[in-house]
């Protein structure tokens, strides 16, 4: 089958910028698929930079700006892999001028800028899908099966921890490149949005919508030299936050985040515990779901280790044969391959702007919860 041409446009280089375009890269060979990604140009603010990483990665031409990225007539998707603070103003151009938009999470810093990205691509009625890949883990979206097929029964317990542990030194600058999490201007949130957005994210997905949180978040380095302007300034992220929550179907959660929990580099756990089962799953072990299913015989009950690497588990057909793992990168490539297959199909691809909203409606909530110290109601998604 000849495929069709799907003509890329990149912005930002950093870390997604690489898992996006070895996305675009191995997807169709892997998946058999009729659009096939092209990777037109690459943008970044740094010219020298950006030509660099388009000859490595096999980019036809490199822009310095986005705006003249986003109205090139040749370019068919902006995929946005820059910080926060660009998403919205970016998204809203490529969607005004007709472009499918892919972005990455948060949607926005603030609710009212996640808010306008949706709207705009759903008046423009453009393709749109936001980057938040752990729900294309094998073993997570196995997870999503099993709870939809309901063998863990009525759902009780969300149990989910982002842990990191990078800025604990009190001498780390904030703000510029590299450091723009630290910054919350760029960034919008601390930890909150970008850490909890995608355990919020996945449980959302996995348990449904989340009706009132209440949160406490701290920094706890209040202040470090800006990278920009070379002072001290106050530091206006959140270093750690941790919520309790309520679902709508009934069950008790508690999220926690952090960047200063020593140890641990990017340790993504969630368990869930229902009426007959559980399930735990931990990024450091992403190719394994444990899972403990009570209507076990008793002498045989108890928590399996599976592996999470046959024919039949989702995506791994497409890989090597049973036993063999996959990694980090293939969930990107995962959600590639989906996104593609429903621009065949005409159908919206999960998770779409809309749907990241939602992440969006809870860490706002989480936020206002940190500053009023009562429970706040999630913002409904219409
Ligand atoms: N899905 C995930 O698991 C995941 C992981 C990490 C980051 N992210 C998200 O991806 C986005 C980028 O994060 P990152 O870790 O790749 O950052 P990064 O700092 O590694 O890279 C950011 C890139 O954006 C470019 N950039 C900055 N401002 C720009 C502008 N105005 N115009 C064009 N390019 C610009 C920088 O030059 C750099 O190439 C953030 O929104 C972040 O929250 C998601």
Sequence with gaps: MARKNLNIGLVGYGFMGRTHSNAFRQVNRFFDLEYQPVLKAVCARDGEKVKAFAAQWGFDSVETDWRTLVTRPDIDLIDIASPND?????????AG?????????????????AERMVETVEKAGTANM?????????????????????????????????LQDWTISKDLPQG????????????????TGDLLAHCIDTALWLNGPIDQVTAMTETFIKERKHNLTGKVEKVGIDDASAFLARFSNGSLATFEATRYARGHKALYTFEINGEHASILWDLHDLHRLQFFDH???GRLRGWRSLHITDGDHPYMKHW???????????????????????LSEGKPVAPSFR?????????????RSAASGRWEHVKKLV
């Design 176 to 191: 510029g490149a590299a450091l723009w999490r630290l910054d919350v201007n760029v960034a919008g949130s601390g930890v």
């Design 355 to 367: 749907e990241a909203l939602a992440t969006d409606y809870v860490t706002d909530a989480v936020l």
């Design 295 to 297: 209507r076990d015989e």
């Design 130 to 162: 936001a980057w938040y890949n752990y729900r294309r883990v094998p073993a997570v979206t196995l997870a999503k099966q099993l709870i939809d097929e309901g063998r863990l029964g009525r759902i009780f317990h969300y149990r989910a921890k982002f």
């Design 320 to 342: 090597w044969v049973p036993g063999l793992q996959i990694g980090y990168e293939h969930t990107f490539i995962h959600q590639m391959a989906d996104f593609l297959q429903g």
């Design 97 to 113: 001028v007709g472009k499918m938009v892919l972005c990455e999470k948060p949607l926005g810093r603030n609710v009212a800028e």
């Design 86 to 94: 660009t998403h919205a103003e970016i998204a809203i151009a490529a």
